[in-house]
């Protein structure tokens, strides 16, 4: 029987030296995978760098382009807002000028109309005698 416990501790042995070495392969390949990825990851954090600085400088162009375009608008706005007073005075110097000349011209008319009315009917009440 002490055969058998000897039998089975030597194969409960090569056993376990067969899964420690079963174990140190697949290390030594988890290792080789891990290696792998750290000079992906290596050559992705080089290849990253310039693109987040072109990413940047292009951000920055966009917000330069952004607030120049509000510049325009807003320069664009005055310059309407600016007109739009401009009109508003024209038409309100317009309605001065109108209300200013229009009654003493309103009064010229009408007294050179009375004064023709008045030659007319003076003129017209002789017979024309040349006939």
Known sequence: MEAYIQLGQLLALLSASALC?????????LKGVIDLAQKDLAELNKSIGPLLENLKIVSEKMKSIATKID??????????????????????????????????INRVSNIIASI?????????????QSN
Do not use: C, H, W
């Open 21 to 29: 070495i079963y174990l140190i392969v697949t290390l030594v390949r």
């Open 71 to 104: 510049d325009q608008v807003n320069l664009f706005k005055g310059s309407l807002e600016s007109f739009k007073k401009m009109s508003e005075n024209i038409v309100q110097f317009e309605e001065r000028v109108q209300q200013r000349l229009e009654d003493p």
């Open 116 to 128: 023709i009315n008045r030659f007319a009917s003076f003129f017209g009440r002789f017979p024309n």
